[in-house]
């Protein structure tokens, strides 16, 4: 599983010109599904989301994670698996299939609010979604639950 976190300090997801999800301070989470997945990824990756310090504390250094006054806007986006490795067109082969892909995604987005008692919001799976981000820092870290090196 692979996700790319942003703070932001507000987020938005449309829809056919529809609002489906918003969150003001937090994170705005890009999350693909991989074709070996399970669901001690989708565990690893909510822990790690929900842990990782890019918070300023009161010095203004990163060192707080994402506290329960902020949001998160889970958004499916299976490209992050894509690669440019054999030319300049994208191969997703690694990514997860449609119907397997959505449970995943399911998964963690149920699976989020038990850890978390902030806003959480989500994007359609498998919808053409239009999103808005107002970026703090910038700050944008990559997890992926496959290679943890990193």
Do not use: C
């Amino acid at each position: 599983m692979r996700a790319l976190l942003r703070r932001v300090l507000s987020a938005s997801v449309s829809v056919d010109g529809r609002v489906v999800g918003a969150i003001e301070r937090g994170l705005l989470i890009y999350l693909a599904v991989g074709r070996e997945d399970n669901e001690e990824d989708a565990d690893w990756i909510i822990k790690k989301f929900l842990s990782v310090r890019v918070f300023e504390d009161h010095q203004g250094r990163m060192n707080n994670p994402i506290s329960n006054q902020d949001g998160i806007l889970l958004v499916s986006q299976f490209t992050l698996f894509g690669n440019v490795r054999k030319g300049n067109r994208p191969s997703f082969n690694d990514a997860a299939g449609g119907e397997f892909a959505e449970s995943m995604f399911k998964l963690v987005s149920a699976r989020v609010p038990e850890f978390f008692l902030g806003q959480v919001e989500v994007g359609v799976f498998g919808a053409d979604m239009k999103v808005m981000a107002n970026d703090d820092g910038p700050v944008t870290i990559w997890l992926d639950s496959k290679n943890k090196s990193y």
